[in-house]
């Protein structure tokens, strides 16, 4: 994990409140943001736009052995979401260890921390998602 | 463009090397291979040497230049190649070019990963660099995580189960009991890997492939010298490389591997055959669900028939296609750079007929497949006898 504050702090919109881009030229949704369109390169247009933190749970695991800074955590659902507006991401699915969550779920956006740097560090906050 | 040939073989046992040091190994298996082509060193013209993380994992950068120097090479040019798990399969594919072109004659391939000098989890964090760092590995994603969002996708598709991910483990262990470069040599049953730690569900350790130090190199030449140096060269008839999303979220299918599918169909129409002329492979199996979506993507089994075609042994080392007689990296080990030019050196010996007591009878044509990271780049080579 990199641990560094301008990484953190440029992230902020796309990761407290899932501001992405969208091609105006093709009509295609990202997240995270796309500086070119990969479908239309020179023709495409990328404009900001606010998804609204709703999708579904297209494919998903419980992490058993964590990665550094997410020792506290364990275990926890890792999902693939895919958002309403299209475009997919990796997040965290809180409150559902024990329950399990099934493909196709319905999950909304939460604000979480997401890990802490040590005790005197940077506290990473950003975009978990909860079954709806 | 000049057909090109394998004319030496070289390579470390695979395992944990904790009396012996990133040059220590890449210098034990680039002067093996220099020996096998029964060269004095002069000849070399170039080098490519594959490794993903050496600066993370020892701290060391420019390999390229402490080579030619551990070897003896200076002043020729020794270049770094990285593309994750995939290193050594392009440091394959840049020799490869570099013969095919006319731009040098004997090149040396090496690939090399020294992965014990850390612990697990500083390993685990450093391989997490594959992915996605930003948005994967910093939200709580692990490369057991991104292999076990395929497996599901894979089961939910497909119906593959765990028990038939559980027989690539074993075929492979099977075939690594037989191969004395083996990381482990010995076998396990289908009950051993279903009843192994959980790591990131469905996937346990026994899916996994281990962390490990090792090197393999080979010698290249234009086919019209082999002759000189090598009583039996093999020749790399085809070379294909892709690539795809480096976050496994922003792939169009989780279930296949686009950028295998691509190298695949590209060196196939180089070497102007199919799926069904290649009579064995090496995969990369870094999870036993990669070995299913391999054997699948590069079109031997048809979409969905990878996991059933393993457990009914298919791919064993007597079945319609032996996959992985290595061992894979599930058994043979997984040292990342060293991986792709080690398949390589396996399908060589192969076709050679040195592979001793894993030796695959009348094996005409052979074929090597590695990827790097989620998938984001694979390459594939294919080879046979001159």
């Known amino acids: ?132 | 463009m000049r057909r090109v040939a394998i004319i030496g073989t070289g390579m470390t046992t695979f395992g944990e090397h904790w009396d012996r040091g990133f040059r220590d190994l890449v210098i034990e298996a680039g002067a093996k291979a220099i020996q096998d082509a029964n060269l004095q060193g002069n000849e070399i013209e170039a080098g490519y040497v594959g490794t993903m993380a050496s600066g993370r994992l020892v701290g060391q950068e420019h390999i390229g230049a402490l080579i030619a120097d551990y070897m003896g090479l200076n002043p020729i040019p020794i270049t770094r190649v990285e593309g994750a798990c995939a290193s050594g399969g392009l440091a394959l594919r840049q020799g490869f070019m570099a013969v095919a072109s006319g731009m040098h004659d004997i090149v040396v391939v090496g690939g090399i990963e020294k992965m014990t000098d850390l612990g697990v989890e500083e390993v685990s964090d450093i391989l997490g660099g594959a992915g996605d760092q930003e948005w994967e590995l910093f939200l709580g994603a692990t490369f057991p995580g991104l292999y076990a969002f395929m497996a599901r996708r894979h089961m939910f598709e497909y119906k593959t189960t765990e028990e038939m991910m559980a027989s690539v483990a074993v075929k492979n262990h099977k075939n690594g009991a037989k191969n004395k470069f083996a990381q482990f040599q010995k076998e396990i049953s289908i009950e051993t890997v279903l009843k192994s730690k959980v790591i990131a569900d469905p996937l346990k350790v026994f899916d996994c492939s281990p962390i490990t130090d090792g090197a393999a190199a080979v010698v290249l030449a234009p086919v019209e010298l082999a002759k000189k140096y090598c009583e039996n060269p093999i020749e790399i008839i085809a070379s294909g490389q892709a690539s795809d999303a480096i976050a496994l979220h922003s792939r169009e299918s989780l279930s296949k591997l686009r950028a295998t599918e691509v190298a695949a169909k590209k060196a196939f129409e180089m070497a102007k055959l199919s799926p069904k002329n290649v009579d064995f492979a090496e995969v990369h199996d870094c999870f036993t669900i990669a070995e299913i979506m391999a054997v699948e993507d590069l079109g031997f089994f048809k979409k969905g028939e990878g996991g059933r075609a393993t457990l009914d042994g298919k791919t064993a080392l007597d079945g319609e296609i032996p996959i992985n007689t290595s061992g894979g990296l599930k058994a043979c080990g997984h040292p990342v750079g060293a991986t792709g030019v080690k398949q390589v050196v396996e399908v060589t010996w192969q076709l050679q007929g040195r592979a001793e007591g894993r030796q695959v009878k009348d094996a005409e044509i052979g074929l090597t497949h590695n990827v790097g990271g989620s998938g984001a780049t694979a390459v594939v080579h294919i080879m046979k006898r001159v």
């Open chain 1, 1 to 132: 994990m990199q641990k560094s504050i301008p990484l953190t702090w440029r992230r902020i919109p796309e990761r407290y409140r899932l501001l992405g881009t969208k091609c105006t030229n093709c009509n295609t949704n990202y997240f995270p943001t796309r500086i070119v369109c990969p479908k239309c390169r020179r023709r495409g247009k990328i404009e900001k736009v606010q998804f609204r933190g709703l999708g579904r749970i297209y494919s998903f695991t419980e992490i058993s052995a964590p990665p550094a800074g997410f020792e506290d955590q364990v275990p926890y659902v890792l999902a693939i979401v895919e958002l309403e507006e299209g475009p997919r991401l990796t997040t965290q699915i809180v409150d559902v260890v024990g329950k399990g969550v099934k493909i196709g779920d319905g999950v909304a956006i939460v604000f979480r921390v997401i890990q802490r740097d040590d005790p005197e560090g940077l506290i990473h906050y950003g975009f978990k998602f909860r079954l709806v």
